[in-house]
């Protein structure tokens, strides 16, 4: 049984799970190390590559970088680093696979938990919307590409203007004089439903479709490069006016060009970099931890930084920065090459969907299973732990997430739904941070198969610079999270602190069997 919490409001906030519950919640899972250091390296890269290069780059090049977001990227990638070290460390310490929500369990309590899991909803579920709208402007392109037409009006966020190219700039569409606004983005929503009612019934990838969903986003990436880099090498002369000026003026607005324009692009593009996590969970399955996983870690990170810098080269000098505000950017890129490269769009739409679809549906899939861990914990009504007799599933918790997905996706545009979700991540990883310097304090006999060097300094930096991201997001995004995590406080207090299964010391049962899902490798944002 668990330990008694003793009375008072902090020690309740404070009440852990004990490292040997969460062993023993595991204890049933032996795997193997079989992962060695480059095994690691291409697992992350797998992982890393995904919805932020194919969705997130153009509109943190066009409203705030300008063709400087490759320095963004950089700066991103060593937050990211300073956050993975840390996941590093947890996964070697904690044999646990309950993500950072069960991490923060263990070290900081359940108030910390249930925080977590708040900004995990934003990290997941939103995250999944974001690929969505990704998904369906690449959709919607390809398809225009075969002469099929979905309405313009059903193909975009709730009351926004639409925008067509003119020249080197966007400028709205008119019809008798007045802008043109969206209704709602259909494509959007149906994916979203399609992958609820998949995850529903159950779905089983196999390692062969998980290797090929890698296999061709890899390739688009790498063909994309190289193709259009060719053809910016033949037509540097004309096209290097793109860059010109290579980090534009800044305007006066706050994070708008200059390099307040880059920071504030560093929190977009973040995005692309959140797969790296599934680096640090394989942390029980590597060889030598203490030597693999910061080569996989910091490895994998270094060659997707590489890789984003590349693209984004490529992609502002193909096309001027400000055309670059949409959900597909690459496709943007693609078609400047001019008819005589048509086939070639159409092989990028197509691998760049395929690939988009298996992410919206892992990212559906991880939330789905953090509130599935919560109501069993006792912070979520049970009804969330509820799995289905023929299928196996979660299958209330799912719909739900199903629809507050699709609706988001449908209703909010790209790039608020982006930053609520780079800030949902990024006050994440700063609990991590604070988690691996909490654990150090309260529990430094624990083995551990692989430290953070220099501590308390890596992490402390790592807090600081996911807390500086967070402010340069706009304000109305700010206050939005503001509220967000009132409300998840609140409800903390009238709901999880009453009914939490530890607070009861009752020890987490064993919960009913679910259908098994192997989330593809290669399939985070």
């Not at 400087?68 to 696979?97: K, R």
């Not at 369906?136 to 590409?145: H, N, Q």
């Not at 929503?189 to 609820?196: N, V």
Request: proline fraction near 5%; glycine fraction near 10%.
């Amino acid at each position: 049984m668990a330990s008694q919490p003793t009375k008072g409001v902090l020690s309740r906030m404070l009440l852990r799970k004990t490292v040997e519950q969460v062993q023993r919640e595991t204890e049933k899972s032996e795997l193997k190390r079989t992962l060695g250091a480059w095994n690691l390296v291409f697992l992350g890269i797998g992982c890393i590559i995904g919805a932020g290069i194919f969705v997130r780059t153009g509109s943190a090049a066009s409203l705030h970088a300008g063709p400087a977001v490759l320095i963004s990227f950089v700066i991103a990638g060593i937050v990211c680093g300073l956050a993975g070290l840390c996941y590093a460390e947890l996964s070697s310490t904690l044999p646990v696979s309950g993500s950072a929500y069960t991490y923060s369990y263990t070290t900081i309590g359940e108030f910390a938990a249930w925080i977590m899991g708040a900004l995990l909803l934003l990290e997941y579920g939103l995250a999944a919307s974001v690929v969505a709208v990704g998904w369906a402007g690449y959709v919607v392109s390809l398809l225009r590409d075969f002469g099929l037409v979905i309405p313009v009006a059903l193909t975009g966020p709730t009351g926004h203007t639409v925008m067509q190219a003119v020249g080197n700039d966007l400028a709205p569409v008119l019809v008798n004089g007045a802008p043109v606004t969206y209704l709602f983005n259909l494509p959007a929503f149906l994916i979203c439903m399609a992958m609820t009612a998949l995850l529903v019934v159950g779905v089983s990838e196999s390692a062969k479709v998980n290797n090929f969903i890698v296999a061709v986003k890899l390739t688009v990436i790498i063909a994309f490069i190289l193709i259009c880099g060719g053809f910016v090498i033949a037509h540097f002369d004309t096209l290097k006016s793109n860059w010109d000026p290579f980090i534009p003026a800044a305007t006066g607005e706050d994070g708008k060009f200059g390099w307040g324009g880059i920071l504030r692009a560093a929190s977009i593009v973040f995005f692309a970099y959140i797969g790296f996590e599934a680096v640090s969970t394989a942390g029980q399955e590597a060889k030598d931890p203490k030597k693999d996983m910061p080569i996989g870690l910091l490895g994998s990170l270094a060659a997707c930084t590489i890789i984003y810098i590349l693209v984004s080269i490529v992609m502002t000098l193909i096309v001027n920065y400000k055309t670059l505000n949409v959900p597909d950017p690459v496709a943007v890129a693609v078609d400047a090459l001019g008819p005589q490269w048509a086939w070639f769009a159409k092989l990028v739409k197509a691998g760049a969907i395929v690939g988009l679809t298996s992410v919206v549906l892992v990212l559906m899939y991880g939330q789905t299973r953090i509130f599935y861990t919560m109501a069993r914990d006792g912070l979520l009504p049970r009804v969330f732990a509820t799995v289905h007799q023929k299928f196996k599933t979660p299958w209330v918790n799912t719909i739900l997430v199903g629809l507050i997905t699709a609706c988001a996706a449908a209703f909010f545009d790209i790039n608020t739904l982006g930053d609520m979700t780079s800030v949902g991540t990024l006050a994440a990883f700063a609990i991590v941070c604070l988690s691996v310097i909490w654990l150090r304090k309260t529990h430094p006999e624990i083995p551990r198969g692989f430290k953070v060097p220099l501590f308390p300094i890596l992490p402390g930096l790592g807090i600081v610079a996911c807390i500086a991201l967070i402010f340069t997001v706009e304000y109305r995004v700010l206050v939005f999270f503001g509220w967000y995590t009132l409300a998840a406080i609140i409800l903390y207090f009238v709901y999880g602190m009453h009914n939490s299964r530890l607070a009861k010391g009752l020890d987490e049962e064993d919960g009913p069997d679910m259908g098994e899902y192997v989330a593809p490798v290669g399939t985070q944002p």
